[in-house]
């Protein structure tokens, strides 16, 4: 069935593949929804968005996206209340956070109301997608590829914005083991490290691997200069609770401005929890690890929401961290789902009602 909605247009699947599915047993990632969104940006403009059944698409072998690498997306989450009701979280700061993206990487920006007119539409037509009960989500990953054929260097002039959803169960929902990286680096000054662009993630593989094949899942990245301060993880902002107080590193050139780190720091401090926001010298963990003093490590980010860390590893030295009492990882991941799947008030308004 076709039909124009106020600015997209919409062609719905013949018939969902929704039976198809075990939502019991969803491995993350593999299976999308319904229908994706795509819209594209052509003689200088966006074009009206189409909202369209899944599937997939073709491209000349030339297209500068797979070339030079110009692409960039996001991670949101849609969360189902116990009245059927689906939410998202601050997803204005997704919509700020992939324009920023896009910029750093010579790509258009993007209109707010075909962001949130397509979001809505999709979710709206895949609502059945979306299940109730805790850790189940429909994660939405928004993404801009530069579609113009040839293989010359330089920006693109005609783009493709996407959004594609797929069902979603807990994502890194057992605690890590992680490596702090004392020889590569994610991101350097100047660089591309604040931007969700694809090449970020593909150049981090490789020492992570070397990080798994070690028994880490995951690398915590350090500064490019002098490997002295502790950045952040591959998909997560990471916290460190020395004492009873938290401590992160700012957001700035070289890491990302994250959502639940940013809704972390709010929530601390709604609940009289002192958190320092500063540079984290690898050092001075290390020995608050070694005085006992390192109570807690945890990620936060879209996909896990925030995942406790048991321990690291620095210059081939392992450090387990205790197990505490009330460990405020525990505490802000049910603050942020009680919220998330309206549970409970949203002071701050975090919540969007599809
Ligand atoms: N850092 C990096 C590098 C990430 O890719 C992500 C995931 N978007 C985060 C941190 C966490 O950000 P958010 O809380 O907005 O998901």
């Given at each position: ?14 018939q969902?593949?929704?039976?198809e ?15 994706m ?5 052509v003689?200088?403009?966006w ?7 899944y ?7 030339s297209?500068k996206?797979f070339?030079y ?8 989450k849609?969360f189902?209340d ?5 939410w998202?979280?601050r ?11 896009s ?5 258009p920006?993007f ?7 397509s ?8 609502h059945d ?18 579609t113009?054929?040839g ?7 005609s ?9 979603a ?11 702090f990286s004392?020889?590569?680096s994610?991101?350097?000054s ?5 931007a969700k662009?694809?090449g ?10 070397l ?5 880490y899942?995951?690398v ?9 301060y ?9 916290f ?5 107080k ?9 890491i ?8 972390v ?12 926001v500063?540079p ?5 963990i290390?020995?608050?690890?070694e005085?006992?003093e390192?109570k807690?490590?945890f ?10 860390v048991?321990g690291?590893?620095?210059q081939?030295?392992y450090h ?13 991941k049910s603050k942020l789902q ?5 549970r ?6 975090w919540?969007?009602a599809?």
């Amino acid at each position: 069935m076709e039909r124009k909605a106020a600015l997209l247009d919409i062609k719905k699947v013949s018939q969902s593949r929704i039976h198809e599915v075990d939502f019991n047993n969803l491995p993350f990632g593999k299976v999308y929804s319904d229908h994706m969104m795509y819209c594209d940006f052509v003689d200088g403009e966006w074009q009206r968005p189409q909202v369209v059944p899944y599937g997939p698409m073709q491209f000349d072998p030339s297209t500068k996206v797979f070339h030079y690498g110009q692409a960039v997306f996001e991670g949101m989450k849609a969360f189902k209340d116990d009245n059927d009701q689906v939410w998202l979280f601050r997803p204005e700061r997704n919509f700020e956070r992939i324009n920023k993206s896009s910029k750093r990487l010579a790509i258009p920006e993007f209109p707010k109301d075909y962001f949130f007119e397509s979001l809505k539409a999709l979710i709206t037509l895949d609502h059945d997608w979306v299940k109730k009960g805790q850790g189940n989500s429909l994660y939405i990953r928004p993404f801009v590829i530069a579609t113009e054929k040839g293989v010359a260097a330089a920006p693109s002039t005609s783009y493709r914005f996407m959004i594609i959803t797929c069902p979603a169960q807990a994502y890194y929902n057992k605690a890590v083991k992680v490596l702090f990286s004392e020889k590569y680096s994610r991101a350097a000054s100047g660089g591309v490290g604040f931007a969700k662009a694809a090449g970020n993630y593909g150049a981090q593989f490789y020492p992570t691997n070397l990080a798994k094949e070690k028994g880490y899942e995951q690398v915590i990245w350090t500064d490019a200069d002098k490997h002295e301060y502790l950045e952040e993880a591959g998909t997560m902002n990471i916290f460190f609770r020395i004492n009873d107080k938290l401590v992160t590193a700012p957001t700035n050139e070289r890491i990302l401005k994250g959502v639940t780190r940013a809704s972390v720091i709010q929530l601390a401090k709604d609940n009289g929890i002192e958190v320092e926001v500063g540079p984290v010298k690898v050092k001075r963990i290390v020995e608050a690890a070694e005085k006992g003093e390192l109570k807690e490590i945890f990620g936060a980010g879209t996909a896990a929401t925030i995942a406790q860390v048991t321990g690291f590893e620095y210059q081939n030295k392992y450090h387990d961290l205790p197990e505490v009492e009330n460990p405020y990882n525990v505490f802000f991941k049910s603050k942020l789902q009680d919220i998330q799947y309206n549970r409970t008030e949203d002071p701050h308004g975090w919540r969007y009602a599809i």
